[in-house]
């Protein structure tokens, strides 16, 4: 082991300690140029009032998610765009920004690492200026969330809590449950949607299993 060169030596100690503490995190970077940095500081100033030189957070909580689209690469591509594609109508009246999480955890519970934990991504109506969201590849339906994302979730959101000053941990279907809360940002009180992820079994499972106590959503 001495006789490998020291940039070698320093990144096989790093993978080592990355896969021990928190479980495999692969960077797969989604697209973050130019335009994609202009509509999120766009989106921040017209729905939070925020006025910022970069598209950064100060994260506060993690936010869970299902993606609805069934793969790995499916899901990756739908959030590697930086525009908002045009059948997205529901949502497309709040911006152009591409919806995107910080993390997507496939079936087998390895975690692709999409965007840094501070950059602002576009996941959650209201709380996108203080919220790391974990995507997991379901649906609830046909697609239930596995054992492995379990797993891989505990491990991530443990680790992510240890990196920050975490408060809360919600899934996306208790996002309305910050109305009115100092964290809601949300400006426009008709831009709202309803979201059935991850559900209450599988978040109050992860409230259980993960070591720092964050809070729940507010009146929950």
Known sequence: MNSLPKILLFTFVLAVSSCSSTGRIIDRPITFDTTRE?????????????EKAKAEID??????????????????????PSELPGHRT???NAGNLNVSAHF??????????LLPETTFARHVIG?????????????GKELPLTEKQFEAN??????????????YLIGHDQYKQF???????????????EKTDVGPEFIQKLHYSIDKKLKPAPGL
């Open 38 to 50: 202009q509509l999120s500081l766009e989106y921040m100033r017209e729905h939070y009032g925020i």
């Open 59 to 80: 994260p506060k909580m993690v936010v869970v998610h299902w993606t609805v689209i069934p793969t790995l690469e499916r899901s990756f591509a739908a959030f590697n």
């Open 90 to 92: 529901a949502i497309k």
């Open 104 to 113: 997507l955890v496939d079936r087998d519970g390895t975690v692709y690492q």
């Open 127 to 139: 709380l996108n200026h203080c919220a790391i969201g974990i995507e997991n590849v379901a649906d």
């Open 154 to 167: 505990v491990k991530l959101i443990n680790h992510l809590a240890e990196k920050y000053p975490l408060e």
């Open 179 to 193: 109305i009115g809360h100092p964290l809601w940002k949300e400006k426009d009180a008709n831009y709202l949607t």
